[in-house]
């Protein structure tokens, strides 16, 4: 069923609003692209850009979103996913829903299961700890920067501390000997039953999720989820084992008391930001399905499993308020 045409934005205002994001992205791209010239690598900013298949021309690109139609357009302007109207042009919610419905309902699904679970704030970032957990200096991933306390002891923090990570795409980069100091073995066909409003990773990935449902939501709404993985992930490696202070990062030292509060408070904050941009992207699957997503059997994760300092809501499941 095509989405109903909610909204109408003449032409001087969706060009304006086209306009804006492409400088509020203009703004991320441009110190990646010269790096990317110069061939310089990041270890935090170009994470955004290498991991996730989204491009930067494809990021910079607007969308209005479903059921909007834009006055004086024309499709050509737009790509393949737009038909006309008497007045202008609009995505063709039909043709992008028939060719993309498995991928659009497995994602809704996931968001409806993770949004409902609380959030768990034991893991302390060890994942990233459990990614370089017996390597030496030379084989880790970022070798250019030091490992803030040494293999050895970097090595005794991961033993010390034990892993509780229930992302699988975090865990596939476990070294070989961190996997079984992990209280879960994550899979990708247990990901709905796993993933959890606190993680990192799974925060991050709502920008992932945004633009593979583009251009069915706003490239608005792909840049927020963009702009919160952006300040997540610099979280993430403050907290990794790496020494990144040269580079205007300093860390969070999670081997310590200290370090692991500062952790969950961030962690907690940006589960709640989250939640947020998790209840939008379930409300624009829910106006293109034109009745109320799907709810689905979802399994809660024992805290036992993944331990923890408590849990904050992680925002309401499609059909209930949500936070934020």
């Known amino acids: 069923m095509t989405a ?6 003449d032409a001087p ?5 086209r306009r804006a994001h492409e400088e509020r992205v203009d703004a991320w791209l441009a110190p990646h692209l ?3 010239r110069g061939g310089v690598r990041h270890p935090v900013e170009d994470f955004l850009f290498t991991y996730y298949s989204h491009r930067p021309a494809q990021l910079r690109r607007w969308h209005p979103g479903a059921g909007v139609e834009l006055r004086d357009a024309e499709p050509a302007e737009f790509g393949p996913d737009y038909r006309a109207t008497a007045a202008g042009v609009t995505v063709d919610v039909d043709a992008v829903r028939a060719r993309r419905a498995g991928s659009v309902d497995w994602i809704r699904d996931l968001l409806v299961a993770t949004a409902g679970r609380p959030a768990h704030l034991g893991c302390f970032g060890m994942h990233e700890w459990a990614m370089v957990y017996r390597q030496p200096q030379d084989e880790v991933r970022h070798n250019a920067w030091p490992l803030r306390l040494g293999p050895e002891r970097t090595a005794a923090v991961v ?3 034990g892993v509780r990570c229930s992302h699988f795409d975090a ?3 476990f070294t070989a000997p ?4 992990n209280v879960l073995s994550p899979t990708r066909e247990s990901q709905h039953d796993l993933e959890q409003p606190g993680c990192l990773h799974a925060n991050m990935d709502l920008y992932k999720w945004a633009y593979k449902l583009a251009p069915m939501v706003s490239a608005e709404l792909v840049a927020d989820c963009f702009a919160l993985a952006r300040e997540i992930r610099t979280l993430d490696m403050r907290a990794s084992p790496y020494d990144l202070a040269a580079l205007g990062y300093p860390p969070v030292r999670v081997e310590t008391p200290e370090g692991r ?3 969950v408070a961030a962690q907690r904050g940006f589960a709640e930001r989250a939640a947020t941009l998790r209840a939008r992207l379930l409300a624009a ?3 293109l399905q034109g009745s109320p997503a799907r709810q689905k059997a979802v399994t809660r994760v024992p805290c036992y499993h993944l331990g923890g300092s408590g849990s904050v809501s992680a925002g309401s499941a499609p059909g209930a308020s949500s936070t934020g």
């Open 13 to 17: 205002t969706w060009r304006a609003r």
């Open 171 to 173: 865990y596939r980069f």
């Open 4 to 9: 109903a045409l909610a909204t109408v934005l």
């Open 285 to 287: 699957l829910e106006c």
């Open 178 to 181: 961190a996997r079984p100091l």
């Open 159 to 161: 033993d010390e501390r």
């Open 261 to 263: 509060a500062e952790y």
């Open 34 to 36: 010269a790096r990317r």
